[in-house]
């Protein structure tokens, strides 16, 4: 049987959880925060220097790059997903670059929930996986607090049981 690229990094046949869509506007609120302000003061400073022409293409640059980000905002956020099976979590994510992080139960360590200002404004959560190993962190952006606190206990749960064992 052959299957695509795709479909290795989320294999069907599995209940895949999407993020909430409020990941999206959270995401474009830094995206203004940050770039909006950045635009400005160099914008501020060609023009003020006599570089007007230079401040004109800077501001048609940054739009374009804001509607680019915009999209890839949105697309990025669509790309997470995750899923509990029985031995282990599955988490999905990435456009470009795919990734597919499988995190076995037994070897979690740790079970971080974590929100920063424009999250908890929003009305969201992140929930991050620790193991032994550096590279196999896993993180779920995006969820309701009641989702990611479930998550965090159900993992914490299945962790305990699992490396109870070794």
Excluded: C, N
């Amino acid at each position: 049987m052959k299957i695509s690229v795709d479909q290795a990094f989320a294999p069907p046949g599995e209940g895949w959880v999407s993020v909430s869509p409020k990941l999206t506007t959270a995401r474009r609120l830094v995206l203004v925060l940050v770039l909006i302000p950045l635009l400005a003061v160099a914008i501020i400073v060609l023009a003020v220097a006599g570089q007007g022409l230079i401040a004109g293409l800077m501001a048609l640059g940054g739009l374009l790059l804001l509607i680019y980000l915009w999209w890839l905002i949105g697309r990025r956020v669509r790309s997470f997903g995750y899923v509990e099976r029985e031995d282990d979590l599955l988490v999905t994510s990435g456009i470009l670059f795919r990734r597919l992080a499988i995190v076995p139960y037994g070897r979690m360590q740790l079970v971080d929930l974590v929100a920063g200002p424009i999250d908890r404004s929003m009305g969201l959560a992140t929930v991050q996986l620790h193991t032994a190993a550096a590279t196999s962190d896993a993180k779920i952006p995006g969820l309701q607090p009641e989702v990611a606190a479930g998550l965090r206990d159900r993992l914490a749960k299945r962790g305990e049981g699992r490396s109870a064992g070794l």
